[in-house]
């Protein structure tokens, strides 16, 4: 079974700092991993993904991740924050089990940047 | 590219009734998948349609029923509603029945209140 622990429901960071934002999975296979962001009243939007190729996956609005699987961590970062940042940040693991990639979410990670 | 369309964008009913969520995919996919996402939770899969079947269920009971129309739009009905019920539900986009680990693209939600 896949799950997903996503560690601190609200980071807080100051404006220009790092952003960490932390993940750990459990899976029976070697798992695929995304991270969605979902910003108010919206629905979710595809941060990145792991697929088993590089370790270190960029993604969009300059986040990054790194797949440790000796940590089974996925954690999320970007190395300077802005406003436009804030928002739920959401991890998800899938197995493919049974062909079909149905991925199981955390609970999220709410980040808020202070000016 | 109008993306994945949802409507309507909120509801409230009372418990005991019936109520019915729609969903248009994004253009070129035909797999939809819904998602009951509550306050302060992360996405929890319902079911997912291809090909005008449901071919994959989460731990959801029966009062939560779907369908899928040629055209590959969806419905999500739910029966007999319960105050929680009460959620942001998710509609997303994908091809192939999910058996590609393809994108998933995400509508807006139905946010729905039942008092």
């Known amino acids: 079974a896949q799950s997903v622990t996503q560690l601190g429901s609200h980071v807080s960071v100051s404006e220009g700092a790092l952003v960490l934002l932390r993940c750990n999975y459990s899976?029976?296979?070697?798992?695929?991993l995304f991270w969605y962001v979902q910003y108010p009243n919206q629905g979710l939007q595809l941060l990145l993904k792991?697929?088993?190729?590089?370790?270190l996956v960029k993604g969009i609005n300059g986040f990054e991740a790194e797949f440790k699987k000796s940590e089974t961590s996925f954690h999320l970062t970007k190395p300077s924050a802005h406003m436009s940042d804030a928002a739920e940040y959401f991890c998800?693991?899938?197995?493919?089990?049974?062909?079909?990639?149905?991925?199981?979410f955390g609970r999220g990670t709410s980040l808020i940047v202070h000016p | 590219d109008a993306g994945v369309t949802q409507s309507p964008t909120h509801l409230i009913k009372t418990r005991g009734q019936q109520v019915t969520l729609r969903c248009s995919p994004k253009?070129?996919?035909?797999?939809v998948s819904w998602y009951q996402q509550a306050l302060g939770q992360g996405p929890q899969f319902i079911f997912q349609?291809?090909?005008?079947?449901?071919?994959q269920r989460g731990n959801f009971p029966d009062r939560f029923s779907g369908h899928q129309f040629p055209n590959y739009s969806s419905e999500l009905n739910v029966n007999a509603l319960l105050l929680g019920d009460s959620a942001l539900y998710l509609c997303?986009?994908?091809?192939?029945?999910?058996?590609?680990?393809?994108?998933?693209?995400f509508g807006q939600g139905t946010r729905l209140t039942v008092v």
């Open positions: 997303a986009s994908s091809l192939a029945g999910g058996r590609l680990n393809t994108e998933a693209f």
């Open positions: 899976s029976s296979v070697p798992p695929y």
């Open positions: 792991y697929t088993s190729a590089a370790t």
């Open positions: 998800a693991v899938s197995e493919g089990t049974g062909g079909s990639y149905i991925p199981t």
């Open positions: 253009s070129g996919h035909d797999t």
């Open positions: 349609y291809y090909e005008e079947e449901e071919r």
